[in-house]
């Protein structure tokens, strides 16, 4: 059961939703992180008065240093602060809900320093799956999945002491906001309308990886790395609804679901206070009143991000986090209006097949495959305005 925490995005959908779990719980909070959130972050640490705060800019953090002048607030800034956040021996748990790449020294960090760790930062283990949870085992960190299919998943597992009684994972998928459309109509698409999640409230970006369905293509390569399956025993079906978060289905042929509201505090609270449950914030699931529950297959000609995701998950090495770099480039620029709904896929195309694979990569190759993964995706658009 977590004591002490600290959250690193404190102000994103997650870090926030988080700190309502932390409330509800009476949780110490050691150290709270975010990018450019200035007021939201003054609140919280007034709140809060956790004893180290990081912004993402020097210039951030003197503006916050002096709104909490009188408090004992440490106040840092940039990659370094984020690494001391997750490494803060006053925090037992570490909760990882900063979006992208950056999160990935930080996890190590916290993997080092023995930490609890929520993991809600999914691109730490697509790009340096291998070394993470190798950190993990040799530090004795617990490494324990906010996301909720992934959370669905370690629940299912729950009791499972061989996984070679496990014949396949399931996971399960809204379809996004644009679940049903045509390749046709998605050309015109509005990023509006991307933005317009059927069931979760959650960040822009993730909002668009739900719309491209790269996000669960991010979750299957997730899935590999943290329950070490090969990528032939991994599914995924679309479920609308969003009830049956994920399913695995076990060799005699039992499928075990977890099912719930699609509210994130389930599992994030999952992962704070496992392996015990206590009451949550979340309305409880009502059988009656939600409705059919459907699955289907994914359409992967309309939505070919998740094909390319599961290429790259069998491929290995280097090109899950070429996949991951281009991914974050692109949809950068789709959520500036500089690029239209399928560039995002095309130019993830165009860095895996350009740019070099390595097979079995260290810490700084990854880092330059994702360097070079952003510079193709850079430089395939700016062929494109010159055309």
């Known amino acids: 059961m977590t004591k002490t925490i600290s959250i690193l995005g404190s102000t994103g959908s997650i870090g926030r939703q988080t700190l309502d779990v932390v409330d509800l719980l009476g949780v110490r909070v050691a150290a709270l992180t975010c990018g450019r959130s200035l007021d939201m972050m003054i609140q919280q640490c007034k709140k809060y008065r956790p004893l180290l705060a990081v ?37 037992d748990t570490v909760v990882t809900a900063v979006v992208g790449m ?23 283990l697509v790009c340096a799956g291998e070394l993470v949870m190798a950190e993990a085992e040799a530090h004795g960190a617990q490494i324990i999945p906010v996301d909720s299919e992934h959370s669905a998943i370690f629940q299912c597992l729950m009791g499972c002491e061989d996984m070679s009684q496990v014949k396949r994972l399931i996971l399960t998928a809204s379809g996004g906001a644009f679940y049903g459309m045509t390749r046709e109509q998605l050309k015109t698409a509005k990023k509006a309308d991307a933005l317009r999640h059927p069931n979760w409230k ?68 999952l992962a704070l206070t496992y392996p015990d449950r206590v009451p949550s914030p979340a309305p409880a699931l009502d059988l009656l009143t939600c409705g059919a529950l459907t699955f289907c297959e994914p359409d992967y000609e309309t939505f070919p991000c998740l094909g390319m995701a599961m290429e790259a998950a069998k491929a290995g090495g280097t090109a899950c986090v070429i996949l991951n770099g281009a991914n974050e480039e692109a949809v ?27 097979r079995a990569p260290d810490l700084e190759q990854i880092l330059e495959a994702d360097r070079l993964s952003r510079q193709a995706v850079r430089s395939y658009f700016a062929i494109g305005k010159e055309r």
């Open 55 to 91: 912004m993402e800019t020097e210039a951030l953090a003197m503006e916050l240093r002096d709104a909490l002048r009188g408090q004992q607030t440490e106040v840092l800034f940039g990659k370094e602060g984020l690494i001391r956040a997750a490494s803060i021996a006053e925090a």
């Open 102 to 124: 950056m999160g990935l020294e930080p996890t190590l960090a916290a993997c080092r320093a023995g930490k609890r760790i929520g993991l809600a930062n999914k691109e730490t």
């Open 202 to 269: 959650m960040g822009p970006k993730i909002t668009i990886d739900c719309a491209t369905l790269l996000n669960k293509g991010l979750e299957f390569i997730e899935a590999m790395r943290l329950y070490r399956m090969p990528p032939e025993k991994i599914s995924v079906v679309v479920h609308r609804q969003s009830i049956v978060h994920s399913l695995v289905e076990y060799q005699d042929g039992a499928v075990m679901a977890q099912l719930g509201t699609p509210d994130m505090r389930i599992p994030i609270q």
């Open 332 to 358: 950068a620029a789709y959520l500036k209006d500089e690029i239209g709904f399928y560039d995002i896929s095309d130019s993830i195309r165009h860095a895996l097949d350009t740019v070099d694979m390595v």
